[in-house]
């Protein structure tokens, strides 16, 4: 199973805190990062945060949600290392992992309702990388 973390901003913090529980009930190691208050903050904070936890190894996969899943995606994808890709359907969610091998998912909570950013995170965990072709581009984007 990997190690997970999750962050998010104040726009995301319901849902953030019921894909931990989704997650905790499939078994997982789920390290959530935070915020914990509906307090206005800063998504790059958070989606920086999160990035060097999977960029440094101490999470195998980062799950990270905003309001549109948009601008903490690009914060993430500043850390080098990190492929974040923003998913609004199961079909992109489990192609970022077989196809680009991402190790972060973006989600926008103001965009999915709950059930389907449970299939989302879904696909995008019980999706694997191909490698072969797709490994040529990865390490091009690297
Ligand atoms: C916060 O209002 C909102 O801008 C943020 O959650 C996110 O959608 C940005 O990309």
């Given at each position: 199973m990997p190690r997970i973390v999750l962050s998010s901003d104040h726009a995301a913090i319901d849902l953030r805190q019921a894909i931990a529980a989704h997650l905790k009930t499939q078994g997982h190691e789920v390290t959530d990062i935070g915020p914990?208050?509906?307090e206005s903050t800063h998504y790059p904070i958070h989606g920086k945060a999160a990035a060097e936890q999977v960029a440094v190894g101490k999470a195998d996969l980062g799950i990270i949600l905003c309001g549109t899943g948009q601008g903490i995606m690009m914060a993430a994808n500043k850390v080098p290392g990190i492929r974040c890709g923003v998913c609004s359907d199961t079909f992109c969610a489990r192609m970022i992992r077989e196809h680009?091998?991402?190790?972060m998912l973006a989600i926008g909570a103001r965009v999915v309702g709950e059930g389907l950013a449970f299939d989302i995170v879904d696909a995008f965990l019980n999706a694997e990388f191909e490698g072969g072709r797709h490994a040529t581009r990865v390490d091009m984007i690297e």
């Open positions: 914990t208050t509906s680009n091998n991402a190790n």
